[in-house]
């Protein structure tokens, strides 16, 4: 492999993996959105039930059976709440999402590094070569940088990224 497909790879690798955690980034800020509403509608039923209206009508109903299931459901509507913003606050879905959104600008501003150097490589000017150098150099530093730093990609994340590759026919050897 020369320089030049190195690079047309390396650009692959870097678009693959900046779009996987961009999706990655979504799929996690559902999972907020879908946990948090819940988390509000159930609180707000627990408030409802727990109301003066409801604590009367309970106590109006004629049947043990009914009064039962009110008191059931009142019960369980708030033991819910609670458990669902456990939940929420444990699983940390918002702080994911936006760690995968830097993680994604941070990749998208290497691949553009590595751009330069593809489009300086591919104009055979003394100084473009020297430029693209130097921008292959800062995409090398940062690229290091961001690995260690970055939120990890699990196992359906890498799929996607191989299946980007494989898309853009850049598919790699090494896994």
């Known amino acids: 492999m020369n320089d030049f497909q190195m690079l047309k790879s390396w650009h692959a690798r870097l678009r693959s993996i900046e779009k996987a955690h961009f999706n990655a980034c979504v799929k996690y ?16 039923l627990s408030t409802a039930l727990s109301g003066e209206d409801f604590t009367s009508y309970i106590s109006n109903l004629e049947n043990d059976t009914q009064k039962r299931v009110a008191d059931f459901i009142s019960l369980s509507v708030g033991i819910m709440a609670p458990l669902l913003a456990a939940i929420v606050t444990f699983f940390g879905y918002q702080g994911r999402s936006v760690e995968h959104h830097h993680a ?8 553009r590094l590595v751009a330069i150097a593809i489009s300086r490589r591919e104009n055979h000017a003394t100084e473009d070569y020297e430029l693209g150098y130097q921008a292959l150099d800062q995409a090398c530093a940062a690229w290091d940088g961001m690995t260690a730093e970055c939120p990890p990609l699990y196992k359906r994340d890498w799929s996607e990224v191989k299946h980007y ?3 853009m026919g850049y598919l ?3 896994g």
Request: charged share 35%; glycine share 6%; hydrophobic share 45%.
């Open 29 to 44: 800020r559902l999972r907020h959105f879908f946990w948090g509403g819940t988390l509000i509608l159930f609180t707000s």
């Open 104 to 111: 994604a600008a941070k990749y998208a501003a290497v691949k």
């Open 165 to 167: 590759e494989k898309e």
């Open 172 to 174: 790699r050897d090494d």
